[in-house]
């Protein structure tokens, strides 16, 4: 009997050592550049009005989440399912939304979305949300107008800055539009002055060839003159000698 006592139990659940050691990896769930506005726990309906008849349907319980992007600002609802982290609400809170009290209850919010992407497509959606008590449906309303607010005041930004870049895109075009003008408008000065000057070349150089014809006109006529000066003379001097020769026979 001693030697059974003294025997020690062996561990049922022996160690084994991994033959191969993987990594932690780690999951993006795209929250990380959101700042968290609110986080409570809360049960999600959607209205079904493809069914008959039409009803509301849970589409599960879990933290329902108010963020806020860091950079651009936006802010949406997202909710996941408990354990399996499903995603069941997922869309912007956009300015024209409204939150309605729900028949008979003060704990519960109705409202419309035009785009929720829980089933990774945009789908106009009629949701529900229950909350645990009266504080936490205020707390969820005070927040959901803050980030319809925080929206609005966005999306007007964006507008001016769209208007001013349009505003400057027009001014622009102007601008290129008056230097083309103002560009025109020196080649048809410099074709015109390219023209008068041609115009100045072909009548400087008519002019030199009218004087030059002038010129050999008169040069021709004065030619012509004394030729018949020449010939004249000659013809004096060949008369006066036949007179003289006359005279001298005469003599003889």
């Not at 009005?49 to 609802?77: A, F, H, N, Y």
Request: glycine share 4%; with cysteine.
């Amino acid at each position: 009997m001693s030697d059974e006592k003294d025997e020690v139990i062996e561990n049922p659940d022996p160690h084994f050592e991994p033959i191969i050691h993987l990594p932690p990896v780690q999951t993006k769930t795209h929250e990380e550049d959101e700042d968290e506005m609110l986080k409570l726990r809360a049960k999600l309906y959607r209205y079904d009005s493809q069914s008959e008849p039409r009803e509301w349907k849970e589409r599960g319980t879990g933290d329902v989440k108010i963020l806020r992007q860091k950079q651009l600002g936006m802010c949406r609802i997202l909710m996941r399912r408990d354990k399996t982290l499903k995603i069941c609400a997922n869309h912007y809170i956009l300015p024209h939304l409204e939150l309605k009290p729900n028949c008979g209850s003060d704990r519960a919010w109705v409202w419309s979305t035009p785009a929720d992407f829980a089933d990774e497509e945009p789908k106009a959606e009629l949701l529900a949300i229950r909350f645990a008590n009266v504080e936490n449906a205020q707390k969820f309303k005070e927040i959901f107008d803050e980030a319809k607010q925080i929206m609005e005041n966005r999306m007007k930004n964006v507008e001016k800055s769209d208007i001013a870049r349009n505003d400057s895109k027009d001014a622009t075009k102007k601008l290129n539009k008056g230097d083309r003008s103002t560009t025109a408008e020196e080649k048809v000065t410099e074709k015109n002055g390219t023209v008068k000057e041609k115009e100045n070349d072909i009548a400087t150089e008519g002019k030199g060839t009218k004087a030059t014809v002038k010129g050999e006109e008169a040069k021709s006529e004065v030619l012509e003159k004394l030729e018949k000066m020449t010939v004249k003379d000659d013809t004096d001097k060949g008369s006066g000698e036949a007179k003289f020769d006359s005279a001298n026979t005469k003599s003889d």
